[in-house]
């Protein structure tokens, strides 16, 4: 099976020592994917444009996969406030609403106190489901 790593270029991945997203063969596992804005290392203060930009960096990492959104079969999001979950819906819905993956909702801390939300991904390519 082959493996590939993805970078988003975030000064994180390398701190840290991970990868944005990983292939094997036909999976993707993208990482916990935060609200930053890595071309300008910003985020947003509120929780609605935070999980907007996790669905596009997201989105970027898997399409840098050759993957899409579509190909999504699992998330999982961690908020640190879980009270807040439902004004994602909106977002989460306009990315997932015809995906429907499984998914799981987590209140933990996050490792930045302005990271409000942050989402996980695995897909697997289309076609490749026997």
Same mark, same amino acid.
């Given at each position: 099976?082959?493996? %590939? %790593?993805?970078?988003?270029?975030?000064?994180?991945?390398?701190?840290?020592?991970?990868?944005?997203?990983?292939?094997?063969?036909?999976? @993707?596992?993208?990482?916990?994917?935060?609200?930053?804005?890595?071309?300008?290392?910003?985020?947003?203060?509120?929780?609605?444009?935070?999980?907007?930009?996790?669905?596009?960096?997201?989105?970027?990492?898997?399409?840098?996969?050759?993957?899409?959104?579509?190909?999504? @079969?699992?998330?999982?999001?961690?908020? $640190?406030?879980?009270?807040?979950?439902?004004?994602?819906? $909106? @977002?989460? %819905?306009?990315?997932?609403?015809?995906? %429907?993956?499984?998914?799981?909702?987590?209140?933990?801390?996050?490792?930045? $106190?302005?990271?409000?939300?942050?989402?996980?991904?695995?897909?697997?390519?289309?076609?490749?489901?026997?």
């Amino acid at each position: 099976m082959t493996r %590939r %790593r993805i970078s988003s270029g975030s000064t994180f991945e390398e701190q840290i020592g991970y990868s944005r997203a990983v292939v094997a063969g036909d999976w @993707v596992f993208v990482s916990g994917t935060t609200g930053f804005d890595y071309a300008t290392m910003t985020i947003a203060d509120d929780i609605v444009e935070q999980a907007e930009q996790c669905l596009k960096n997201i989105e970027s990492a898997l399409q840098q996969a050759g993957a899409g959104i579509a190909d999504v @079969v699992r998330v999982t999001y961690v908020l $640190p406030d879980g009270a807040d979950f439902e004004a994602c819906w $909106p @977002v989460l %819905r306009k990315y997932f609403g015809t995906v %429907r993956p499984a998914a799981m909702m987590i209140s933990a801390g996050l490792a930045d $106190p302005r990271m409000k939300i942050e989402i996980e991904v695995t897909a697997l390519k289309q076609g490749a489901a026997g």
